[in-house]
C-alpha cells in the first residue's frame, strides 16, 4: 500500500506485519483453526501417521514463516498461508504428546499455559506492549508467532481435555465456546475490558472453537457429526478462506490508513 498523497511507501505498510483486527480476522481464523483440525486428520490417514504428519507439516510451515520473516509489509495470502500452517503445525503439537509420548492432556494444558504465559511475560519485558498493532521489528514478529503457536498448541490441549472430561459432543462444546468468545467481547466492548487481554483470550478460545466445527462437520454421523469427511471439510473451509483472503487482498479491508513512521516506532 503507498501513500496516496506521495506515492511513496507508507510505514505502516512497511512496518506493520499482521493485518488489523475486523470481522474479516475472527472469521478466517476460525476457518484456519477448523482446517488445522481437519487437515491434520486427512493427511493422517493418508498414510503419513502422525510422526510423518508432523514432519512433512513443519516443513511447509518453516517455509511459509521464512518467507513471512523476509517480507516488509503485510502480505494477506502468505499472512493467512502461514496461519493456516501453524494451526496444523499446533494441533500436531499437541497430538503428538498426547498420543505419541503418552502425555495427559491436563499436563499437556499446563505445559502450553506455562509456556504461553512465559512467551507473554518475555514479550512485555522486551517491548513493553503486547499489542498487535506494533508488530514492527524481526524480535516483535518473533514473539508473536511463538505466541500463535502455542496459542493453538493450548487451545488443542484444553479442547481436548474438556471434550473428554464433560464428553458434551461438539455441537454443544461449540456452542459453549462461541458463549464464552462473546463473553470476552462483550467484557471488551462494552464494559471496556483491555483490549490485548481480551484479544488474546479470545484468539485461544477461538481453537477448541474451530475444532469442534471441523469434527462436527468431518465425523461421522454415528460419532455425532454429519459425516462430510475430512477431505470435503477441508477443501470447503480452505475455498472459502482463499475467497475471503482474496476479497480482503483486493478491498484492503483489514488495512489501516497510512500512519507516520514515528507514530507506529512510538506504539
Known sequence: MTDTRTGAPTARSLLNKVPE?????????????????????????LGLGLGGTTLVMTGIFVVALVAQFRV???????????????????????DNLTDAFGVSLVVSTIVFAVALAATFA????????????????????????????FTFALGTAAGDLVGEKFGLGYWPTALLIAVLIAAVAVSHLVFRADAVLTFWIAYVLTRPLGASLGDGLSRARADGGLGLGTTVTSLVFLAVIVVVVG???????????????EEVAAA
Open 247 to 261: 476479497y480482503l487482498a483486493v478491498t484492503k479491508r483489514d488495512q489501516l490508513p497510512p500512519l507516520e513512521r
Open 21 to 45: 483486527v475486523t470481522l474479516f480476522f475472527w472469521v478466517i481464523k476460525i476457518l484456519a483453526t477448523t482446517v488445522g483440525e481437519t487437515f491434520a486428520d486427512f493427511l493422517s490417514g
Open 122 to 149: 518475555a514479550w512485555y519485558a522486551k517491548e513493553r506492549t503486547l499489542s498487535i498493532h506494533t508488530i514492527a521489528t524481526g524480535r516483535r514478529e518473533a514473539f508473536y508467532w511463538l505466541a500463535i503457536l
Open 72 to 94: 516488509r509489509r503485510y502480505v494477506p495470502a502468505l499472512y493467512w498461508l502461514t496461519v493456516v500452517l501453524i494451526s496444523v503445525v499446533g494441533t500436531l503439537l499437541t
